[in-house]
């Protein structure tokens, strides 16, 4: 398995708190995803990067803000919690080429409750 | 966009070869089409990818028709353990511009 880790594997938090997820990877690949999972909607993509400090949109960014500092970690930050915002949220990778034309790899995920 | 339509759930039973078909009615052409598992409480997992006809690996077939606006993964002699749910995956290069499109998943449920 791609060496992959998200923290916390849970959390709860109340509505207007800030989280920050974090997406770890020891593949030294180049592209790293932030997804959300909820029912009936499959996967969605919030953002994406495709180097250190290059990030670029997903479908459903409103509300989240990412950064990457170093090529191992990718953070996906929620500026104020919403009850909409409970969902799974995966990591994924990928190293030759951005998603869709290239295998991605999935991290564990991390599942988030906003009350 | 291209937006992708799943059936929402199939059972099969052991031993038997499983078509799950997913409609990707405005695929782009530099999209590609990407198949992946996923089992309970883990991440999705990569099956198989193809752009067009067919393409086997050891796991899958996938079958693309001349049009592209369907494609079929292929589970040959389905066992317990592929009871999961199947997503299909239709983009490109995101740098290009691109978009991906989950499907909604398949629940596969395979009986003995």
């Known amino acids: 398995d791609a060496g992959i880790t998200q923290s916390p594997r849970h959390k709860v938090t109340e509505t207007g708190t800030p989280v920050t997820l974090r997406c770890h990877q020891t593949e030294n690949h180049r592209y790293m995803y932030w997804y959300r999972q909820d029912p009936g909607h499959g996967l969605r993509l919030i953002h994406y990067s495709y180097g250190v400090k290059d990030t670029d949109k997903g479908e459903v960014s409103d509300g989240y803000s990412v950064s990457r500092s170093k090529t191992e970690d990718f953070l996906l930050t929620l500026e104020s919690a919403t009850s909409s915002q409970t969902s799974v949220y995966f990591c994924?990778?990928?190293?030759?080429?951005?998603?869709?034309?290239?295998?991605?790899?999935f991290g564990p995920g991390t599942r988030l409750t906003v009350l | 966009l291209a937006k992708t339509t799943q059936p929402i759930s199939m059972d099969s039973y052991e031993g038997q070869e499983v078509n799950i078909t997913c409609s990707h009615n405005?695929?782009?052409?530099?999209?590609?089409i990407t198949w992946y598992q996923q089992f309970p409480s883990q991440g999705p997992r990569f099956i198989i990818q193809?752009?067009?006809t067919k393409v086997t690996n050891e796991v899958a077939s996938l079958f693309i028709p001349a049009d592209r606006k369907s494609s079929t993964l292929s589970l040959p002699r389905v066992s317990l353990s592929d009871t999961a749910v199947y997503y299909c995956?239709?983009?490109?290069?995101?740098?290009?511009?691109?978009?991906?499109?989950f499907g909604s998943g398949t629940q596969l449920t395979v009986l003995p």
């Open positions: 193809g752009y067009k």
């Open positions: 405005n695929i782009a052409t530099n999209d590609y």
């Open positions: 995956l239709v983009g490109d290069d995101l740098g290009g511009g691109g978009q991906l499109t």
């Open positions: 994924a990778i990928s190293d030759q080429g951005l998603a869709g034309r290239f295998e991605q790899f």
